[in-house]
């Protein structure tokens, strides 16, 4: 797991450090820089995880330098492929993964990017081909942005190198702002800033002689298609015996990613809560790692401890279990520092909780830790997939709901709408979905940027082809836009600005594959979340794992902002600077920020608002090289 840098055309070599130190956080062990063919420039910073050697450094080149490959990453199947590659004559330097990449590049071309398994980013110069790639693993767990202007192209692990180089104009795009305000993220491959891109998962850019050529090497609902055809095959089988194979598969592939996960050269925790995602892993890591260390945070003065149900499991497996509380005053304190490291603006609440429990992982000397995210999109463990109590009472009666609705809309519009969100589960689940998603806020949005946008269009696109159940659609749409561009942005972040390698057995390509050759019924039967990975569970959790509610991993923000914290909300919102931002429709925002009623009643967009300002005193009105220099005083002026 690291950082890096490259860069061609007229872009000061010599500032190649500069750029490296705004990154330096995701590679503290060695930083290295490489001028090829006086056309690129290479930096990386390296975060050592496997070979901790000098052999394993980076950039690194084949032995005749025509081949340069930087890595951001861990390739999980890397023995596998040295092995193979071993047996065609290929011999080794270093014992960690890049030097495997390097090789299988030598030997197969960009075609290797389908025999990977794991995590990556990757930058590859071919000085006989005279070709540059740009490459971002299939699920987008890695980043990888990248900007070009008239005569410069230059690409980085973070935003933050980029901005510093001169070449980008800060222009914000409105758009991607009114999808900030929608969802809480802003949707590959677009980004805040209009003139820089992040590169889609699956996806790698060629930069050639003949110019910049972007190619998908990867495509889930063509891998999917073919694993149905495989299931079909067993139809002969009844559906206990089909149930027990289909338990049997989704174990066996979850212990051999875990095994592989597990893959390091220095110590390994788990993040631990009272979820079944978390909770499994921890069992199957158990069985390889005796005394593992774990790690689980809860709230001061919050609703959501999960810390009882960690703690009974992590007695049962015996592991190093480490419990850690988080306060409102770390929010206020941290929150500048946070959102330096995202440089993405990200709503998402759980990102202070993983902030502080990634701080507090790294103090404890773990350089690797294992994390459930992505189980929720492939088992569908989100109530949302499925209509609420009241919902069901409104598809139960739907002529009467549909007459209440139209009565309702002008004495209460609110109302209304929720009716009518309710009743479009019956026609399309998946539009359903995108509307709650929404919550309502497609008008206030149109007013405050003053801006038309269509988010139904930039939702459905994501599944339009895609042949499958009603609820595989909506787990396919999160696994394409929620997943990366929420969870694993902030799952990269939290734990790089720590120098944290943060991995993920659930992301693992035969398990996600399987996974969506399932029916959604399979996943849960009789609209019931996560039945079937609880049920693979069940021999590995204690019986209160069973009985206890999904809590998310977030923080109760909105129950700290009765204090002290609402009034610094208030006044950031309602300064000058802030008012006068070319992006709002002023009249309307001004309007929003200073009614003090919206501070608890639509606290969400009062609180995304907030961000979004915090993000432009952080990144669009100063140039901070480092989270340390940003000071309060200045952040939170009014």
């Not at 703690?311 to 330096?340: C, G």
């Amino acid at each position: 797991m690291c950082g890096f840098v490259g860069f061609t055309g007229n872009i000061e070599s010599k500032n190649i450090e500069d750029y490296l130190k705004r990154i330096k956080h995701r590679g503290p062990d060695q930083t290295a820089s490489l001028f090829l063919s006086k056309k690129w420039t290479f930096g990386f910073n390296r975060l050592s995880i496997l070979d901790l050697s000098p052999l394993g450094a980076q950039p690194m080149q084949s032995r005749d330098k025509m081949v340069t490959i930087m890595h951001n990453g861990e390739i999980y199947n890397y023995l596998e492929l040295r092995e193979d590659l071993e047996e065609k004559g290929y011999s080794f330097a270093s014992s960690g993964d890049t030097e495997v990449i390097l090789n299988m590049y030598l030997e197969f071309g960009i075609d290797m990017l389908e025999k990977l398994q794991g995590m990556y980013a990757l930058a590859i110069w071919d000085e006989r081909k005279q070709e540059c790639y740009l490459v971002r693993d299939r699920y987008g767990i890695k980043p990888l942005y990248y900007t070009k202007a008239e005569k410069e192209f230059a690409f980085s692990s973070e935003v933050k190198p980029l901005l510093s180089m001169g070449i980008v104009d800060r222009q914000i795009s409105k758009e991607a702002v009114a999808e900030f305000l929608a969802f809480e993220y802003i949707h590959a491959p677009n980004t805040i800033f209009q003139s820089i891109k992040k590169l889609c998962p699956g996806h790698y850019l060629k930069l050639s002689t003949s110019g910049i050529e972007e190619i998908e090497y990867y495509n889930l609902q063509e891998e999917v298609l073919k694993k149905v055809s495989e299931t079909d095959l067993s139809k002969e089988k009844n559906e206990d015996e089909l149930q027990t194979d289909i338990q049997e598969e989704i174990l066996g592939l979850l212990k051999e990613s875990v095994r592989k996960h597990l893959r390091a050269d220095v110590p390994v925790g788990v993040f631990l809560s009272g979820g079944f995602d978390s909770g499994i892993l921890t069992a199957l890591a158990s069985e390889e790692l005796e005394g593992i260390n774990t790690y689980t945070l809860n709230f001061k003065n919050g609703e959501f401890d999960e810390s009882e149900l960690a703690r009974e499991l992590a007695e049962k497996y015996h592991t190093k279990h480490h419990e850690f509380q988080v306060q409102s005053e770390d929010f206020k304190n941290l929150l500048p520092e946070i959102l330096w490291y995202c440089d993405e603006p990200l709503g998402d609440s759980g990102i202070l909780p993983n902030y502080i429990i990634n701080k507090l992982v790294a103090e404890d000397g773990i350089k690797v830790v294992l994390s459930g995210a992505g189980g929720d999109e492939l088992f569908a463990g989100y109530s949302y997939y499925f209509p609420n109590d009241k919902e069901k009472k409104i598809l139960k009666y739907p002529r009467i709901s549909k007459i209440l609705s139209f009565f309702l809309k002008g004495l209460k519009p609110d109302l209304s709408a929720k009716i009518d969100r309710a009743l479009l589960y019956s026609v399309s689940p998946l539009k359903h979905l995108i509307q709650l998603q929404l919550g309502g806020n497609l008008q206030f949005i149109r007013d405050i940027l003053d801006i038309d946008v269509d988010f139904m269009y930039l939702k459905e696109r994501y599944v339009r082809d895609f042949q499958t159940d009603s609820l595989n659609k909506q787990l396919y749409l999160d696994f394409m836009t929620y997943l990366p561009d929420d969870l694993l942005l902030l799952a990269d972040r939290t734990t790089m600005a720590h120098s944290v390698e943060g991995r993920l057995p659930f992301l693992y390509e035969p398990l996600v594959e399987k996974c969506f050759s399932l029916s959604g019924n399979c996943k849960a039967k009789n609209g019931k979340r996560k039945a079937l990975l609880k049920e693979i569970a069940r021999k590995y959790l204690p019986k209160s794992f069973y009985k206890a509610p999904k809590r998310g991993f977030f923080s109760p923000i909105q129950k700290w902002s009765n204090g002290g914290f609402g009034k610094l909300v208030y006044e950031v919102l309602n300064s000058e600077k802030a008012r006068k931002r070319d992006i709002w429709n002023t009249l309307c925002y001004s309007d929003f920020v200073g009614n003090k009623l919206n501070y608890q009643k639509q606290f969400h967009k009062i609180y995304l608002l907030f961000v979004l300002e915090l993000y432009f005193r952080i990144h669009l009105d100063a140039s901070y090289r480092s989270a340390q220099e940003i000071s309060m005083e200045e952040i939170y002026a009014e």
